[in-house]
């Protein structure tokens, strides 16, 4: 029989809801949040400030076993991402080591511009981070106070992250905006409803005794340059592009095999799965 496990979601945005509807019938599912009010029912509301330690550390005694930390800066600021990833962390780690019981795992979700500009070389795992902006290196720096922490944790670095709410690209191509063949311009990204999906897979991977790698890079099976992908979804929607040419940022090309040798398997493993449930998702709207 399986064990039901407690797993506490500190941040507990579209992320994490996602990832509670897999897993909420087999484990109990907690929201840490500053407002938890609208957290769907089968959430249980917790109300607290993740970066405040002495309030963690009030919620961290009812003994939960697994903590999955998903956070979302206010803004695109450095004060905003050291006021949310940062002050987490330290928040964490302060609390983990006052505790008699502390989590059997944290999952701490990352991302991949932790590794900077690869001029659009292949990144996984084993890749040096080399951050080249500040949201980056401040994720780096969490990321290793989360590492540093005297109880099993991983990191999980997403790449782009498109799904509902999440239409920039779309919105830039409706409004006939392309990007020229050459200089290529790499990008990488995940469905929204894969990174819950990732989240809930390892959750069920520690509850069936699997060993879990420190670092996952959770990206889609189909890096593609902006160039290709534009041409695509302009196809798909019949509009017109001209292209634009942009200054170049931080460009890799991110290679999943780890999390595709634990068994996860992608609901949609390229931008084309993806952005077609997305488009018909809009039209049944409209």
């Given at each position: 029989?399986?064990?039901?496990?407690?797993?506490?979601?500190?941040?507990?945005?579209?992320?994490?809801?996602?990832?509670?509807?897999?897993?909420?019938?087999?484990?109990?599912?907690?929201?840490?949040?500053?407002?938890?009010?609208?957290?769907?029912?089968?959430?249980?509301?917790?109300?607290?400030?993740?970066?405040?330690?002495?309030?963690?550390?009030?919620?961290?005694?009812?003994?939960?076993?697994?903590?999955?930390?998903?956070?979302?800066?206010?803004?695109?600021?450095?004060?905003?991402?050291?006021?949310?990833?940062?002050?987490?962390?330290?928040?964490?780690?302060?609390?983990?080591?006052?505790?008699?019981?502390?989590?059997?795992?944290?999952?701490?979700?990352?991302?991949?511009?932790?590794?900077?500009?690869?001029?659009?070389?292949?990144?996984?795992?084993?890749?040096?981070?080399?951050?080249?902006?500040?949201?980056?290196?401040?994720?780096?720096?969490?990321?290793?106070?989360?590492?540093?922490?005297?109880?099993?944790?991983?990191?999980?670095?997403?790449?782009?992250?498109?799904?509902?709410?999440?239409?920039?690209?779309?919105?830039?191509?409706?409004?006939?905006?392309?990007?020229?063949?050459?200089?290529?311009?790499?990008?990488?990204?995940?469905?929204?409803?894969?990174?819950?999906?990732?989240?809930?897979?390892?959750?069920?991977?520690?509850?069936?005794?699997?060993?879990?790698e420190s670092v996952y890079l959770a990206s889609d099976c189909q890096p593609v340059t902006q160039h290709e992908i534009r041409q695509w979804l302009a196809q798909q929607l019949s509009v017109t592009l001209t292209d634009e040419v942009v200054k170049l940022g931080p460009m890799r090309?991110?290679?999943?095999?780890?999390?595709?040798?634990?068994?996860?398997?992608?609901?949609?493993?390229?931008?084309?799965?993806?952005?077609?449930?997305?488009?018909?998702?809009?039209?049944?709207?409209?």
């Amino acid at each position: 029989m399986k064990e039901m496990l407690k797993v506490l979601f500190i941040g507990c945005g579209d992320i994490a809801q996602r990832a509670t509807r897999l897993i909420q019938k087999s484990h109990s599912c907690y929201g840490l949040r500053r407002n938890p009010e609208q957290l769907p029912s089968y959430i249980t509301r917790v109300k607290a400030d993740a970066a405040n330690s002495q309030q963690l550390r009030t919620v961290a005694a009812d003994g939960f076993d697994i903590w999955v930390a998903t956070l979302t800066p206010a803004e695109f600021t450095k004060q905003a991402y050291q006021e949310s990833y940062l002050a987490v962390a330290q928040a964490i780690a302060e609390t983990v080591d006052t505790l008699l019981r502390p989590p059997k795992l944290i999952i701490w979700v990352s991302s991949t511009s932790v590794y900077g500009n690869c001029r659009g070389k292949w990144v996984d795992e084993t890749t040096d981070a080399n951050p080249a902006i500040f949201s980056g290196e401040i994720l780096l720096e969490a990321e290793q106070i989360i590492q540093n922490l005297p109880c099993a944790s991983t990191v999980v670095r997403f790449s782009g992250i498109y799904g509902p709410g999440r239409t920039r690209l779309l919105d830039q191509v409706l409004a006939g905006k392309g990007r020229p063949k050459a200089p290529q311009q790499w990008s990488n990204r995940i469905h929204a409803d894969d990174c819950g999906g990732v989240l809930a897979h390892l959750v069920e991977l520690f509850e069936t005794g699997r060993s879990i790698e420190s670092v996952y890079l959770a990206s889609d099976c189909q890096p593609v340059t902006q160039h290709e992908i534009r041409q695509w979804l302009a196809q798909q929607l019949s509009v017109t592009l001209t292209d634009e040419v942009v200054k170049l940022g931080p460009m890799r090309r991110c290679r999943n095999r780890l999390l595709l040798d634990t068994g996860y398997q992608f609901k949609y493993p390229s931008y084309k799965e993806g952005y077609t449930a997305l488009i018909d998702d809009q039209k049944s709207t409209q």
